[in-house]
């Protein structure tokens, strides 16, 4: 498997701009545990923009453990079993999350 932070280098990869229309947001992602970090996600533009660290004003934050993050991009966790079982909490707009989890793949 991937490791957390590779899985963020290839995030603009698997972006669809399409998808993404209008949209201009910043989603921060606190992971805990191992292999876990801070980054964030800037969509803006048509263009995915990933930055390891924290985002000084995010649209949203998404705290999760590392593993559960990995197993979610994977798609062996589904994001709103885990979030119903609390092991994704959001911070900010849950709106901009429920679009954000549509733009890559």
């Known amino acids: 498997m991937a490791s957390v932070a590779q899985l963020f ?3 603009p990869k698997a ?3 399409n998808k993404a229309g209008d949209m201009n947001a910043t989603v921060q992602f606190d992971l805990s545990g191992e292999g876990g970090g ?6 803006a533009d048509g263009i995915c923009d990933v930055e390891q660290g924290a985002a000084e004003s995010p ?3 998404i705290r999760m ?3 559960d993050y990995a197993a979610l991009v ?3 966790l589904n994001a ?10 959001v911070e900010g707009d849950l709106n ?3 679009k954000f989890q549509t733009l890559f793949g």
Do not use: C
């Open 9 to 11: 280098v290839n995030m």
């Open 15 to 17: 972006f669809d701009a």
């Open 38 to 43: 801070q980054w964030y996600v800037v969509v």
């Open 59 to 61: 649209t949203a934050t």
């Open 65 to 67: 453990d590392a593993d």
């Open 74 to 76: 994977a798609g062996d």
């Open 80 to 89: 709103m079993e885990a979030f119903m079982q609390q092991k994704i909490r």
């Open 96 to 98: 901009t999350v429920m």
